[in-house]
């Protein structure tokens, strides 16, 4: 009986150990940028064990059955072996991917991960192949320690136990029924009403230390299970009350709106900058000349954190939503609207190009049935320019591509799109500018810009021509948490060109889904068909106020101030003003709002 209890102790206590170390290491990877004191480690490990214990118990299901059942029939070692085989990699793959992962996404692994496995071409064009090769190798050697010590705890009874005297197996039975209910507590993390959770273990008020505290096991099998099919965990109110709340914010009539354009039928370029946040524009004093000669929206806002989330905000005007990217979703991304499509009906030709793979993240089918006609990507380049750059064909190249197919333009109006890629891990671009590898990125595109504006601006084609300059999303440089997010998400938003009166900034809060319902405006097209799209030269845009989310968190921004609220905490992260628990109220009625009309195609 004792060897038996002592062998499922042992391989608990190991689970637990596992976690605890594995969090040391993350915390130790990450020590240089977060000033880390002793104190914090213990902390971490403390208030982060609640997790570990639950977790663990998860693990020892398996083992606990197989040590019940062994007491009544024969139950091969194997079963185990491959058990903890499978386990062991498990482990070595949540802890290696979580450490990598957070100093590109600044969140704990979490399932959004596999959205990308099915197209590895994007992790492999993000990194090096050294960096790839030496996380294979840490998981390779990781899964085979940890199967060596669950291993060598490996129990000798089984498969016999008919050696025990039947008193003896009816008393054990009896026993470990008796535990099931207190495993089954414990992995529920008690008997009240609330669950085992993430913000459970949440205790500082710098967020990555929230976030070492948090077991990445438990948070990758936890998002998981709250993925697409669960968008009621964003019903925080009844619908009247999130009416009464956005109807102010979300609106879709363009009255008395301030003329920018020399004419209502422009031909239009939309480029959207890979990663190209305000935060870089010290690295980009081309942009900024740009900002002083066309109209600047100073205070624009990302929706989201990552390109195929960005891309649908920005042309289609749709939301950002925390664990689902839309573009993947076909069945709802070829419904939308978009500036493409209701151009087309105004009988605008239109094009997009892409130096990259167009298939990555569903991004053909996206634009193909949101009206994109024409489609360039690097299968229309020669093999040298494919392997221009990890990504595909670097924007200098791209840049000309984009040039030339507007001076060789036969159909007028005419709509292009185009999104850059040079400005993105691994930063491998053709010239040296800066001796940090990040700015010297978006140094070489601010000079690829500088070089197709300064074209463009010596052709007739300049003159009747509208140049929308945005970014996707904003990137974490020099910062692997949420901390700063008014820098992170804040990004550029200019129109520049010919059909441009005069030299404007518009310092209305909004955010890159507005592009939309702002340039439809401006053409004298209805755009009621982008229900949170908003016109911000419009009168009726009577609410400047600007959101972006991530996993499980959203920040919003108005004029009063802002916060950044993680639901799993159950608080705010980030929070500046007076007026917090309203913004906090409207913040959660516009994604109510959103998900609603994303799962049910109707705005409460």
């Keep these: 009986m004792k060897k038996r209890l002592l062998y499922l102790l042992k391989t608990y206590a190991l689970t637990v150990i596992l976690f605890i170390v594995a969090k040391i290491v993350f915390m130790l990877c990450y020590a240089d940028g977060q000033e880390l004191k002793a104190g914090d480690y213990l902390s971490v490990v403390g208030h982060g064990l609640s997790l570990d214990l639950s977790t663990a118990l ?115 039975t009896a026993l470990y029924v008796c535990l099931i209910p207190l495993i089954v507590i414990g992995i529920r993390g008690g008997t009240s009403e609330s669950t085992t959770n993430i913000g459970q273990v949440y205790f500082s008020e710098k967020q990555f230390l929230n976030h070492a505290a948090v077991n990445p096991v438990f948070s990758f099998l936890y998002s998981a299970s709250h ?84 891309t649908v905000c920005a042309l289609s005007g749709y939301p950002s939503f925390p664990s689902i990217s839309v573009m993947k979703m076909p069945e709802k991304s070829r419904q939308l609207a978009s500036i493409a499509r209701s151009l087309k009906a105004e009988g605008y030709a239109t094009s997009y190009l892409y130096g990259g793979d167009i298939n990555f993240t569903n991004m053909r089918s996206y634009l193909i049935g949101t009206g994109w006609d024409k489609l360039t990507s690097m299968d229309d380049y020669s093999s040298d320019e494919r392997s221009s750059a990890q990504w595909g064909v ?44 990040v700015l010297n990125a978006f140094a070489y595109l601010d000079d690829c810009l500088d070089v197709f504006i300064s074209k463009l601006r010596q052709t007739p084609a300049w003159d009747n021509l509208l140049v929308v300059l945005t970014a996707d999303h904003g990137i974490n440089y020099k910062q692997i948490d949420q901390s700063r997010p008014l820098e992170k998400n804040h990004i550029p938003m200019i129109w520049l060109g010919g059909a441009v009166k005069e030299p404007r900034t518009v310092t209305a809060i909004c ?57 799993d905490a159950r608080r705010p992260i980030v929070s500046q003003g007076e007026d917090s628990e309203r913004l906090l109220q409207v913040s959660k009625a516009m994604l109510q709002a959103t998900t609603a009309h994303l799962e049910h195609g109707f705005t409460p």
């Design 394 to 437: 670097r924007d200098d190249i791209t840049f000309e591509t984009l040039y030339q197919q507007i001076l060789d333009a036969q159909s007028t109006p005419h709509l292009w799109g185009y999104s850059t890629l040079s400005s993105h891990e691994p930063w491998d671009v053709p010239v040296k500018m800066n001796a940090d590898e």
């Design 227 to 310: 993925q697409l099919g669960d968008l009621s965990q964003y019903h925080f109110m009844d619908d009247e009350e999130a009416y009464s709340l956005t109807k102010n914010v979300y609106t879709t009539q363009s009255l008395d709106a301030d003329t920018l354009l020399t004419t209502q039928r422009p031909n239009i370029v939309v480029i959207l900058m890979e990663s190209a946040g305000e935060e870089f524009a010290h690295a980009m004093p081309h942009l900024q000349q740009l900002k002083r000669e066309g109209i600047c929206f100073s205070q624009c806002y990302g929706n989201s954190w990552r390109t195929d989330r960005g």
């Design 511 to 567: 955010n890159q889904t507005d592009l939309a319902a702002t340039l439809l405006g401006q053409l004298g097209l209805r755009h009621d068909d982008f229900p949170f799209s908003r016109d911000v030269l419009s009168k009726t845009y009577v609410y400047p106020v600007a959101v972006h989310n991530y996993y499980n968190a959203q920040f919003i921004v108005d004029s009063t101030g802002y916060l950044l609220y993680d639901f």
């Design 58 to 172: 998860y693990f020892l299901i398996v083992p606990f059955l197989v040590s019940l059942l062994s007491l009544w029939v024969g139950v091969t070692r194997w079963v185990l072996r491959v058990y903890y085989a499978v386990g062991a990699l498990a482990f070595a793959l949540a802890f290696v991917a979580d450490t990598s992962l957070y100093a590109f996404w600044g969140f704990k692994l979490d399932a959004s991960c596999l959205q990308y496995l099915s197209q590895p071409e994007g992790i492999t064009q993000s990194v090096s192949v050294g960096y790839l090769l030496l996380r294979l190798v840490l998981v390779a050697v990781l899964s085979v320690v940890f199967y060596w010590l669950y291993a060598a705890r490996m129990p000798k009874f089984c498969p016999a136990g008919h050696g025990l005297p039947l008193r003896h197996r009816m008393m054990l």
